[in-house]
């Protein structure tokens, strides 16, 4: 008998078999999306010092209050444009795309879209 897997799972399992082959580095750190039920987040990451570089969130303040719902297309639009501001910020033009396991559709696309828009290259 085959046990069924949860979409969760399902998308955990993605994430893995993408993480072998996207490495953030230094010269080019990785942009990392993740997304909630309620929530959008996005970071940009330097895998080989392990730290994080930049970061947006719907849970920000000055993000959250300009908009209405924090988990729509809208939402991950701002939080795109805003991780890309600060990432620009810091000297960071280039970086390599993770989108998490999550289907490259909607928001996902609408958080990368927004991000190169505002200057950031993958």
Request: charged share 35%; glycine share 6%; hydrophobic share 35%.
């Amino acid at each position: 008998m085959s046990k069924k897997l949860s979409k969760s799972q399902i998308r955990q399992n993605k994430h893995r078999k993408l993480r072998k082959n996207i490495v953030g580095t230094p010269e080019k750190p990785r942009l990392a999306v993740y997304r909630s039920n309620s929530n959008m987040y996005a970071q940009v990451i330097d895998d080989i010092a392990g730290n994080t570089l930049v970061a947006a969130s719907t849970l920000e303040k000055e993000v959250k209050d300009k908009l209405e719902k924090t988990n729509d297309v809208q939402a991950a639009k701002l939080v795109g444009e805003t991780v890309a501001k600060k990432a620009l910020d810091k000297g960071i033009d280039k970086v390599v795309f993770d989108r998490g396991g999550f289907i490259y559709h909607g928001k996902i696309k609408e958080l990368a879209d927004a991000a190169r828009e505002a200057g950031l290259e993958f």
